[in-house]
């Protein structure tokens, strides 16, 4: 989604990524071209992959590698990863439901954080996918997602959602009715549509209202990685 590193529970990735995935290796198949990656190159990268996850002892107790050392693999293999094609590499196996991001891990000897990699049929829970959790019917899976963006993250409109989610607009208004009955309306933006959000929102803002406007200090980083561009979108 959005082409941005999400934090996400383990038990949703896999229905939304078999919601927004294919659209996502759709829409990038011409840059894939453009590298020479081929689906028979992709599938070797996934092999290659699992065997150096599954063999890597050095970042803890479970079966995951890092990024370093799975582009190390992949070119030991022959399988090249200059000019990005690392990144489109990952991006589309990731975006396949074959691999995912797992924990991030602290090396001991250099304090170093690792986003490792890990194979996602075996990382994720069983029973995730949308034929188990939503009978396969997309459009109650997306129905769902609508609901729970517009509750964290209204007031929001229809089109906000589809740029978040790169799902089609279309599809989104075709199910967005029986949803947007629980939320209210917030106004308009300047194309007219309407932003909604959960009943009592804006009574929430203006009770904190003085404590939303108070300035905020984070405390200092003790790694390499700035406090201050760590978020989280939940």
């Known amino acids: 989604m959005r082409g941005t590193v999400f934090a996400a529970a383990a038990e949703d990735l896999v229905w939304t990524t078999e919601l927004g995935g294919p659209r996502q290796l759709r829409a990038s198949a011409t840059r894939r071209r453009g590298h020479g990656i081929t689906e028979g190159m992709l599938d070797a990268a996934f092999d290659t992959a699992v ?7 050095s970042l803890g107790h479970f079966a995951a590698a890092s990024v370093a050392e799975i582009g190390e693999a992949w070119e030991r293999a022959g399988i090249p990863t200059d000019a990005g ?38 990382w994720l829970p069983s029973g995730a996918g949308l034929s188990h959790r939503f009978n396969g019917d997309e459009d109650a899976a997306i129905a769902h997602w609508l609901h729970r963006y517009l509750w964290g993250h209204g007031p929001a409109t229809l089109r906000d959602f589809s740029w978040w ?15 947007l009955t629980e939320f209210e309306r917030y106004g308009h933006d300047h194309d007219g549509d309407a932003f909604y959000g959960r009943p009592g929102l804006w009574e929430e803002r203006t009770q904190a209202r003085s404590a939303l406007r ?17 978020a989280f979108d939940c």
């Open 51 to 57: 065997i150096t996850i599954t063999g890597q002892s």
């Open 214 to 230: 108070r300035a905020k200090l984070l405390a200092p980083s003790t790694n390499s990685y700035s406090a201050t561009t760590i």
């Open 165 to 179: 989610t790169k799902l089609p607009l279309g599809r989104i208004r075709a199910v967005a009715a029986p949803v």
């Open 85 to 122: 094609r690392r990144y489109h590499l990952l991006y589309s196996l990731m975006a396949a439901g074959r691999l995912a991001y797992g924990p991030i891990h602290r090396r001991p000897s250099t304090g170093t954080l690792l986003q490792l990699v890990v194979i996602a049929e075996e």
